[in-house]
């Protein structure tokens, strides 16, 4: 059966097919064939070749009747022609002849009612258990009456030929939106697999179901009250969604319908790097039979694996199944989020440890998804840098940030979800001035967010980014909740405030022709520099 649907997309004589085989399989087959070696934990780890992250600069949309005026194009989404791509389709399918492929169906959406089905077909064992890990599996009776809606084909042995192709480089992922096909070559990073179907949902379900589709962690408590962190790399957000005394839903990918949120994923991609049972002791049980490490080393003479090895890349990570989290909630679904939590780790030393935010307020800040990067953490960087990433996730948003943000603002309205911006990072100064927020004060702001405590606090309105501080919280110190407080001269304070300030408003010029008044009016004030 599998043979005819596989010959019926231009795939035929391919030498084996191995579908939807188990991880026991995969795993005993990623061994033998070379592609992965066993830790002592029994998880497996491989190394991903060249490419150790996503390749964003090769990431393409097919240009076409659907997407031409719908897709917001530029250097993030940027334009194949449907010629290129039929060629590199053409091309791929001839390649896999005489070949083993592997064939993972899937599902993705929690929620049955918003659920894609996909087909990932590759050339690895590795690549088929990380889509078993990160997909959600169908059951016996699903797999019998399996038809995709999306098709994935991924060859990390394939490279393209820029000068014919229209590709950039000889590495490639395509989203063709209107055939839901996801052409993957040249790299053998599975993110890019995971991260390409998930771009075509944040297409798909806005523009068919109204759906508001998310890249967020989020948590329920013992009560049923939903919770959702907004947050790029560095700003806590796995971190503060794993709580202990919450149930986890998902740590990436979820998606906001009339009925609540749902996890798009079955499964977790975690960064490793200096990982340990102390600081994430549900990630570090959750590495065992059946997990997937990338890129990881061992203990010299051991099959131990090290953490702090960082030799291939900081971009350590492992896959595993939502199940192997011993608090996670499956099916992974929840109602309306009654509190959004947007972190920045804010290197300058500006924001207040935790604001609340209006609705015009919470969707300017929403498309500005800002955060700051530090000194020593990239080449070149030598005093803090301000990274803005709109909708906190620029890279898989194939709409443009206002649409997402429209939507926000709609569900806000309907369910009256609390928003808050939570700072992370500096307060008394910026770096190499102040120090960093204390953990335990952030979890215990986020943890009277959640209870309820914190939305009757009374508030005070910041002079330039014009947000709500509460003057008190259980827990923690009020000199410190407004950040000119800790500041030891407020006027230069005020002068980092309007600097920051204005690069909130550089940024959010070019989004400025489709953004309504509304989110032009949640804008911090500039103040004239004297």
Known sequence: MIINELAQIGLDNLKEVRHNFSPDQLIDLAVKEGEAVLADNGALMMDTGKFTGRSPKDRFIVK????????????????????????LYKKMTKFLEGKTVYVRDAFIGADKKYRFSVRIIGTRATHSLFCYNMFIQPTKDELANFKPDFLVI???????????????????????LSKKIILVGGTGYTGETK????????????????????????????KGDVAIFFGLSGTGKTTLSADENRFLIGDDEHAWSDEGIFNLEGGCYAKVINLSAEKEPLIYKAIRRGALLENTRFIPGTRTVNYADKSVTENTRVSYPLSFIENSVIPSVGGHPTNIFFLTCDAYGVLPPIARLSRAQAMYYFISGYTAKVAGTETGIIEPQSVFSACFGAPFMPLHPAEYAELLGKKMSEHRANV????????????????RIDIPYTRALITAALEGKLINSTFIKHEIFGVDIPTECEGVPSEILNPINTWKNPDEYIKAARRLAQKFVENFRKFESNASSEILSGSPLVLEQA
């Open 154 to 176: 991924a060859a990390p042995e394939f490279e393209a030929n820029p000068s014919e192709d229209g590709t950039r480089a000889n590495n490639f992922a395509i989203l063709n």
């Open 195 to 222: 991260k390409g179907v998930f771009s075509a949902m944040n297409f798909l379900l806005p523009k068919n179901y109204h759906v508001f589709p998310m890249h967020c962690s989020a948590n329920k408590g013992k």
């Open 64 to 87: 076409d009747e659907l997407t031409s005026k719908s897709v917001w194009w530029g250097d993030i989404n940027q334009p194949i022609s449907v010629e290129h791509f039929e060629r």
């Open 420 to 435: 808050w911006l939570v700072n992370t990072g500096w307060i008394g100064g910026g770096y190499g001035v102040g120090k």
